[in-house]
């Protein structure tokens, strides 16, 4: 679980503003994803990369955007055409897709 | 694509009676079958899991049976204790195949409560 970290641990996002959630990790995965979470609800998968410079939409893409230039990083964009940003952000990985994945200890995004 | 169905939503035990969440999956082709628990404001992590070539694993109190022909497996949870209440996920997928159809997919999740 120390392998994968996510920052910050709590985001307050002005209407109308873009904010950038951070995702690293040094266990030498291939895949990483990003998955959103409300409260009492489960885990909504928003992008996925299976490898570096790739990356797929998962089922609920309007309103983020992604990047996978490192291996190591995987950072999540919260634009301003997510109307409804409040949320639980959790990043994992997996040393392939399908393999077992590893949560980091997420950001919980607020709107002020 | 996958679909993964799971059951209860919800699941009250009194402390030392058994607990058991059912999941069932839809792609034949799903190999790999992993049981997370996620604890209030915390991430979710890996408790157990088994591959298709088996057909239940156990480790000390949790253990998580397969059916392959059904396509339905289910987590077991002997002696709960009340740090067991948590939520639970299950999750499937296609593991050592390549493609976007290998990666997991998360069941909707049982929150379980142990009462004293």
């Known amino acids: 679980d120390g392998g994968i970290t996510q920052s910050p641990k709590y985001l307050f996002r002005k209407e109308g503003q873009n904010v950038t959630l951070s995702c690293e990790q040094n266990?030498?995965?291939?895949?990483m994803y990003w998955y959103r979470q409300d409260p009492g609800q489960g885990l909504r998968l928003i992008y996925y990369?299976?490898?570096?410079?790739?990356?797929q939409k998962g089922d609920i893409a309007e309103g983020y955007s992604v990047s996978r230039e490192k291996k190591e990083s995987f950072p999540l964009t919260v634009t301003s055409a997510q109307k409804n940003p409040t949320a639980f952000y959790l990043c994992?990985?997996?040393?392939?897709?399908?393999?077992?994945?590893?949560f980091g200890p997420g950001t919980r995004l607020l709107v002020l | 694509g996958e679909n993964v169905e799971q059951h209860p939503s919800t699941l009250s035990v009194q402390e030392g009676d058994s607990a058991v969440i059912k999941c069932t999956y839809s792609?034949?082709?799903?190999?790999?079958f992993p049981w997370y628990k996620q604890e209030l404001g915390k991430r979710p992590q890996l408790i157990i899991d088994?591959?298709?070539?088996?057909g239940e694993k156990k480790d000390q109190r949790i253990a998580v049976t397969l059916n392959k022909t059904a396509k339905h497996f289910s987590l077991h949870i002997t002696e709960t204790q009340p740090e067991d209440s948590a939520v639970y996920f299950c999750?499937?997928?296609?593991?050592?195949?390549?493609?976007?159809?290998?990666?997991?997919?998360f069941g909707t999740g049982t929150r379980l409560q142990v009462t004293l």
């Open positions: 088994i591959r298709s070539n088996v």
């Open positions: 994992a990985s997996s040393r392939t897709s399908g393999e077992t994945q590893y």
């Open positions: 792609d034949s082709a799903s190999n790999y």
């Open positions: 990369s299976q490898i570096v410079n790739d990356f």
């Open positions: 266990l030498n995965h291939d895949a």
């Open positions: 999750a499937a997928s296609r593991a050592g195949l390549t493609g976007t159809a290998s990666k997991l997919t």
